[in-house]
Each structure stands twice: as C-alpha cells, then as structure tokens.
C-alpha cells in the first residue's frame, strides 16, 4: 500500500511545536468588514462560483472581506489551515481524509462543497476526435500528485476502462502542478491532464488537443470543497455561515446565467485570456457539469471518494461521514 505522509508529518510538527490554535479567532476587520483569509488549491476557472462571489459583492453583503491566496496544491493548502495561515481552504476532500487518519484531534472539517466532479481534462498530442479511453494504453500521461485528486480519478478512470494504471500506462507524478503544462509543452508525455486555462493555453498554441474531458468519466465526487479546523468553526459559526452563505448565492448565480455573462464578472481574474476565450472554458465547465448545485455536502460522493483512494491503495481506513463532514451551514444557506 502506498502512503502519503504529509498529513502525518503535519499533526507530527504541530505536536512537537507545543502550538495551540484557538477557535476563535480576532479576524481584522477592515470598512466594518471581517476578513477572511482564503487559500485556494489553485487559480482556476473551475472555481468561476467562488470569483462570482467576490466581484458581486456577496461576501461584503455577509460582512465579510476575502484575502484569496494560492496554495497550488492540497497539502500546501491543507498546511496553511492548519498552520493558521488562511481560516478556510477551498481543496481536495482527499487531503482532509489524510490529515483526520494521521490523528490531528484539532482537524479540517468540511462545511460546503463547490464542485461534484473531476475539473480537469485529458490533452492529447493530436486531435483524436474518436477518442476513447482505450487509446491511452502504451503511452505515457503526465498526472498530478502521488495521492492527489486529480492523480486517484485519473487511475479510477482508466480502471473503469479496463486499464490497468500501473502496467497499462506509464503515469507521470514527479512533476510540480504548476509544471505540468511547460514539461508537455517540452515533448514530455504522450498525454496530459490540465485544468483550465492550462488546458486551454496549450490548444491555442497548437500544442495539445482536449480530447475528454475527466469530469465526464469520473462520476459525481466532492472534488473540491471548503474546510476549516474545527475549532475554528466551533469558535466562529457566524463567520462560517456568512461565507458559505455568500458561495451559495454565486453558485445560484452562476446557474442562472450564460457562459458569456459569468466571463464578464470572473475576466478580472483572468485577464490575460480574451472574453470570447474565457466564456468558452466557462462553458466547457458547464458542460461537464462541474459545480454542485449548492453547497451542501453530498454523502454518496463521499464514499466513492473512499472507494478510489482504497482501489488506488492511498486510504488506510474508511471514514464516517460525520467525522468530517458538517452540513448544518450549507443547510442552512438553502433555508435563506
């Protein structure tokens, strides 16, 4: 069995540093407005509710004021939660199920989900308009991180193929997320898995071609949600509710609007990409049906979560849904 151990090396450090995190914390406030500091797993249009959310206004309507950061990664996310450095972390389930194995007592809890489904895509070399996934065996895929989400649902993926991803393949996880594009880009792999606008990017200049997309094959999953240390959701319900609140009404938004128009409100975040461009991957997003349809979190995507890392020999032992789970915030934003 494989193991990922940062999660262990983490309640490790936290044990031998004698640091104790309060719940309650004195969040600056700033225009009468209490910050919130946010690290996000990474810049990408796959979170197009959450940016929905900032640029109109729905976290000040709470009273609350974000300071987004980029961990680009869950483990760099997860250590900046539990490090105190950010109060919420939008990342992979995967890493809250490592760090609650691990045995952190004060650990990360879940109280919103934002997205039920892999955001990424598979990019081939050449257009394969008739692709299917049988197509893959014998290459090489540039994945992401041993443990990662996107690596797991990749394996998943070819497994539900009939692949087999340890010798059917030859599966790429040495490379940093943030290098994946350039090492293809530098004739590396024969395939690779991008988020947007990576992917994108790559298309434009002619040099990979998306030919699936992998929240299409991967079933519905909590792929990316929102935690926070339970002491701090302990130590400061208000703030919780007010910001998974103000995700619920992006995501509300974002489901009533087009591609074209939720471009306009998220091209601030992105705008190195054209408007046209943007709402194109906006609506590949769409498509696949990435975002939950509001934020409570759902429990049968939590045990096929369980199901991949078991096949994938990254879980030492199943979790209770109450364990790491809170859905009384995201319930409650329905009620609103």
């Known amino acids: 069995m494989k193991k990922r151990f940062f999660a262990f090396a983490l309640a ?19 225009d009468g407005l209490i910050t919130v500091r946010l690290n996000q797993v990474v810049h990408s249009i796959f979170y197009a509710p959450q940016y929905v959310a900032m640029e109109l ?17 869950a483990d760099r996310t997860m250590t900046a939660l539990i490090s105190g450095e ?18 952190l007592l004060d650990h990360a809890v879940a109280f919103a989900q934002l997205t039920q489904r892999a955001g990424n895509f598979l990019l081939a070399r050449e257009p394969m308009p008739n692709f ?17 989400m996107p690596q797991m649902v990749l394996e998943y993926i070819l497994r539900q193929n009939d692949l087999d991803p340890q010798t059917d393949v030859e599966i790429l996880t040495n490379l940093a997320f943030t290098t994946t594009a350039g090492a293809f880009t530098g004739g590396v792999g024969d395939f690779t898995a991008e988020f947007e606008p990576s992917a994108f990017a790559l298309e434009q200049a002619g040099i990979g071609y998306v030919v699936a997309m992998m929240g299409a094959d991967s079933g519905l999953l909590p792929y990316t949600a929102y935690f926070a240390l339970g002491s701090f959701i302990e130590g400061n319900p208000a703030i919780i509710q ?7 009404r992006g995501m509300e938004w974002v489901s009533t ?8 409100v998220i091209h601030v975040h992105f705008p190195e990409h054209s408007l046209e461009n943007l709402a194109f991957m906006v609506q590949r997003h769409i498509d696949m049906d990435a975002w939950n349809p509001n934020t409570v979190f759902v429990r049968e995507g939590f045990y096929l979560l ?25 319930e409650e934003a329905l009620r609103r």
């Open 257 to 264: 609007h087009t591609a074209l128009e939720i471009a306009e």
């Open 57 to 73: 206004g729905f976290f000040e309507d709470e009273g609350l004021l974000i300071e987004l950061s980029t961990g680009q990664g």
């Open 132 to 148: 299917t996934w049988a197509d893959v065996a014998g290459s090489t895929i540039i994945g992401g991180r041993a443990g990662g």
């Open 242 to 248: 007010s910001f998974t609140n103000a995700v619920q």
């Open 306 to 330: 369980q199901d991949i890392m078991e096949q994938g020999g990254e879980l030492l032992r199943r979790v209770p849904f109450e364990s790491l789970i809170n859905n009384d915030f995201a």
């Open 12 to 30: 490790a450090i936290m044990a031998l540093s004698g640091v104790v995190f309060t719940g309650c914390r004195n969040n600056e406030e700033e």
């Open 86 to 103: 950010a109060d919420i972390g939008l990342m992979g389930t995967e890493a809250a199920l490592y760090v609650y194995i691990g045995g």
